[in-house]
């Protein structure tokens, strides 16, 4: 059973910088591709970053330039480094991983809060 377990949440003040981390186990499979997404009070989830296992990235147009997503393939894991946060980044931050060869299945983790705040 794949389990997908996140880390890095917090408070922090605008300006800062936070590291999310997630790491999948519980597969036989080849990654694919994993991702970040967000989900902020009485709003629907959304994509923050994603990217391939080749490195191939998607960002939000909101993140760009702020955030950067990499992967450690051999490792199933993945990360994203915030910088210059933002209080409308504040959102329950939830990592997604894909595997060959069912990749149309999509694993969720738990979530991890982020919250920035004066």
């Known amino acids: 059973q794949v389990q997908l377990v996140e880390s890095g949440g917090g408070l922090v003040q605008p300006g800062g910088s936070l590291r999310l981390s997630c790491a999948a186990s519980g597969t036989s499979g080849r990654l694919y591709s994993m991702g970040w997404y967000r989900q902020a009070p009485g709003k629907q989830r959304e994509l923050a970053a994603a990217?391939?296992?080749?490195?191939?990235?998607n960002y939000a147009d909101s993140v760009k330039g702020r955030f950067t997503i990499s992967i450690d393939s051999a490792k199933n894991t993945v990360s994203l480094q915030m910088n210059s946060l933002k209080p409308e980044d504040t959102a329950v931050y939830y990592c997604r991983a894909n595997f060959v060869p069912i990749i149309a299945i999509d694993y969720w983790g738990q979530g991890t809060q982020v919250t920035v705040s004066s």
């Open positions: 990217i391939t296992a080749r490195g191939n990235t």
